[in-house]
């Protein structure tokens, strides 16, 4: 039996956490993308070579791409989806060329994963993310000022979030709003105000359904390509699981996965399991997410929160938290069994751990927000520790 593959995630060589430290970490593989590539834009062989081989030259290997991002036309249905989808075949054609054969992709409108507070400090100090409701609830109804917002929040969350916000120093005010507005992780984009406003204004007619049938079109389009060159395609849910900002979300549920690799029934249509963007959502049985759509898994986020009253949460320790990581951590190693005997080649899913705390001298760096070493490295210690527990008590060492 194959153990998960560990890895690690890298922004690349102006990332502030180094390859010879991620080596350090007891992670073979690494997770990365192109992220200089504007979205949208065709990644060349050379430019995927380049990368592939300083990774190597380390000592490692690139095992999954995290992201190849979905342009927002193509998000939106725009006439012009098709030139951009070619591209993205192209891209994936150079990929597979290259010998990257696991890809991961977000479908969420305009914004990536978001969170209220970057520096979130637990009883020991340590920094966590940390969503909050009522803040998100500030942002959206008296900063953005959206229209149709007052209609979203009941009057009592609209009590909080002016009580909130009338809290706040100016200073505090322009972190919430840059900490909400921030682009594409490994990039240092914020979005102004007006840039958002126009954005949102691109969703104005794409609602939940609509969304959902652009992703199904995108996902027609590409995966039988992708099946063609063996890439494996896996989509990363939302996070957090559920509308914001006006925004729809479809990929923040069982059901949204089923239907999504319905949508394309094929190997190469599969799913990112990110137990913290799932797990923010109490509804969601994780371990049976996995019993009953394991085979559809690519690629794995190992990540626990902490759910707080009124729909807020924040990023607790891998182990410690809301979800049981020692039943996903069963059900994922049930899948490999499952798949060994199917007599199946993708028996060591690529997982990582999944964001981290600041810890101690994580400090002392400027690392992407989720990204420090020291707090990441424990997390996989935890979950290596807890992968070969359950191997022993199931009899298979």
């Known amino acids: 039996m194959k153990y998960l593959e560990q890895t690690f995630r890298w922004f690349g060589p102006q990332d502030e956490v180094s390859l010879a430290d991620i080596r350090q970490t007891g992670a073979t593989g690494i997770v990365t993308a192109l992220?200089?590539?504007?979205?949208?834009?065709?990644?060349?062989?050379a430019e995927i070579n380049q990368r592939k081989e300083t990774i190597e030259d380390a000592g490692l290997t690139w095992s999954v791409v995290e992201s190849v991002n979905i342009h927002e036309s193509i998000k939106t249905?725009?006439?012009e989806r098709d030139k951009y989808i070619a591209a993205y075949i192209r891209s994936l054609?150079?990929?597979?060329?290259c010998g990257l054969k696991i890809v991961c992709y977000n479908f969420m409108p305009v914004l990536d994963w978001t969170r209220t507070h970057?520096?979130?400090?637990?009883?020991?100090?340590?920094?966590?993310?940390?969503?909050?409701?009522?803040?998100?609830?500030?942002f959206d109804l008296y900063i953005l000022e959206r229209e149709g917002a007052f209609k979203e929040h009941a009057p009592e969350r609209q009590a909080e979030a002016k009580h909130y916000l009338d809290k706040l120093t100016a200073d505090?005010?322009?972190?919430?709003?840059?900490?909400?507005?921030?682009?594409?992780?490994?990039?240092?984009?914020?979005?102004?105000?007006?840039?958002?406003?126009?954005?949102?204004?691109?969703?104005?007619?794409?609602?939940?359904?609509?969304l959902k049938t652009n992703l199904a079109y995108f996902l027609q389009a590409i995966i039988p390509e992708a099946e063609r060159m063996g890439v494996k395609m896996c989509i990363h849910p939302d996070d957090p699981p559920f509308p914001i900002l006006g925004l729809p979300r479809v990929v923040s549920t069982e059901a949204d996965l089923r239907d999504i690799v319905g949508f394309a029934p094929l190997a190469s249509n599969g799913?990112?399991?990110?137990?913290?963007?799932?797990?923010?959502?109490?509804?969601?049985?994780?371990?049976?997410?996995?019993?009953?759509?394991?085979?559809?898994i690519h690629f794995i986020h190992l990540r626990n929160v902490q759910r707080e009253a009124g729909g807020s949460f924040h990023e607790a320790e891998h182990l410690n938290g809301s979800s049981d990581m020692f039943a996903i951590?069963?059900?994922?190693?049930?899948?490999?069994?499952?798949?060994?005997?199917?007599?199946?080649?993708d028996v060591a899913m690529p997982m990582r751990p999944d964001h981290g705390h600041k810890l101690l001298d994580d400090f002392k760096r400027n690392t992407y927000p989720g990204y420090s070493v020291i707090g990441r490295m424990k997390g996989l210690a935890e979950l290596r520790g807890l992968e070969l527990g359950i191997r022993r008590s199931l009899g298979m060492e």
Request: hydrophobic share 35%.
């Open 35 to 45: 992220h200089h590539i504007p979205c949208g834009d065709e990644w060349s062989v």
């Open 93 to 97: 054609k150079n990929l597979s060329e």
């Open 271 to 296: 799913i990112t399991f990110c137990t913290g963007s799932l797990g923010a959502n109490a509804a969601n049985d994780l371990p049976g997410i996995v019993e009953r759509l394991g085979e559809h």
């Open 329 to 345: 951590m069963q059900a994922i190693i049930r899948e490999q069994q499952k798949r060994e005997q199917a007599g199946r080649s």
């Open 118 to 138: 970057l520096d979130f400090r637990l009883p020991n100090q340590a920094s966590a993310l940390r969503y909050d409701a009522i803040a998100l609830a500030a």
């Open 77 to 79: 249905g725009s006439p």
């Open 172 to 210: 505090e005010v322009t972190t919430l709003t840059n900490t909400i507005m921030a682009g594409l992780p490994g990039t240092d984009e914020v979005f102004t105000i007006e840039e958002f406003r126009q954005h949102l204004q691109s969703y104005m007619h794409v609602n939940q359904e609509v």
